[in-house]
T-cell receptor, first 110, second 115 residues
Framework: EQQVQQSPASLVLQEAENAELQCSFS?????VQWFYQRPGGRLVSLLY???GTKQSGRLTSTTVIKERRSSLHISSSQITDSGTYLC????????????FGAGTRLAVCP | DPKIIQKPKYLVAVTGSEKILICEQY?????MYWYRQSAKKPLEFMFS???????DNQTASSRFQPQSSKKNHLDLQITALKPDDSATYFC??????????????FGHGTKLSVL
């Protein structure tokens, strides 16, 4: 069974601190996506990053395929970054049949 | 201005009843999906449709039946509801179903509570 493990499960930061979120996969995958979810809200796609390093604003994702892992770095955190960050993997031929991790709950405090 | 509309946002049902969850997308996408998120499990894939045809079904129970009356509609009919069906059901879409570099767009979800 395909599994996605995320760590840490929760994280509390002071505003302006950086965060590093980790994701590991039970199998090799050629699609990795990171999503953001507010409590009770919709999911927003943050980054699509099947390999290497991708950046979007204050977010940087690094995926190492041979090590079956991906990370999401949030720099200069803001209170509005609070929420749950989910990573998901897909497989060739079923790119959008995603398997999600349980998420990292991030709380950014003033 | 949401481009993927799910109705209703909240739904309460009694055990044994039947409900239909509505999803419409106005992104011009050709692929639509249903995902489920419960308190006990991570978000999990249920169905994928491409050009109104079922591509993948990961739901063991036949009580869950997707219905696509139009290209931009993918409703979910759930029969003989059980308390374990309580979850938030997310509809999603992408331009294509089987192409790389596709980003998935999600609706706000329908939170179903079965009493």
């Amino acid at each position: 069974e395909q599994q996605v493990q995320q760590s840490p499960a929760s994280l509390v930061l002071q505003e302006a601190e950086n965060a590093e979120l980790q994701c590991s996969f039970s199998i090799f995958t050629n699609q990795v996506q990171w999503f953001y979810q507010r409590p009770g809200g919709r999911l927003v796609s943050l980054l699509y990053n099947p390999s290497g390093t991708k950046q979007s604003g204050r977010l940087t994702s690094t995926t190492v395929i041979k090590e079956r892992r991906s990370s999401l770095h949030i720099s200069s955190s803001q209170i509005t970054d609070s929420g749950t960050y989910l990573c998901a993997m897909g497989l060739s031929g079923s790119f959008n049949k995603l398997t999600f991790g349980a998420g990292t709950r991030l709380a950014v405090c003033p | 201005d949401p481009k993927i509309i799910q109705k209703p946002k909240y739904l309460v049902a009694v055990t044994g009843s039947e409900k239909i969850l509505i999803c419409e997308q106005y992104l011009g996408h050709n692929a639509m999906y249903w995902y489920r998120q419960s308190a006990k499990k991570p978000l999990e894939f249920m169905f994928s449709y491409s050009y109104q045809k079922l591509m993948d079904n990961q739901t063991a129970s036949s009580r869950f039946q997707p219905q696509s009356s139009k290209k931009n509609h993918l409703d979910l009919q759930i029969t003989a509801l059980k308390p374990d069906d309580s979850a938030t059901y997310f509809c999603a879409s992408s331009q294509e179903e089987d192409r790389e570099n596709e980003r998935l767009f999600f609706g706000h979800g329908t939170k179903l509570s079965v009493l």
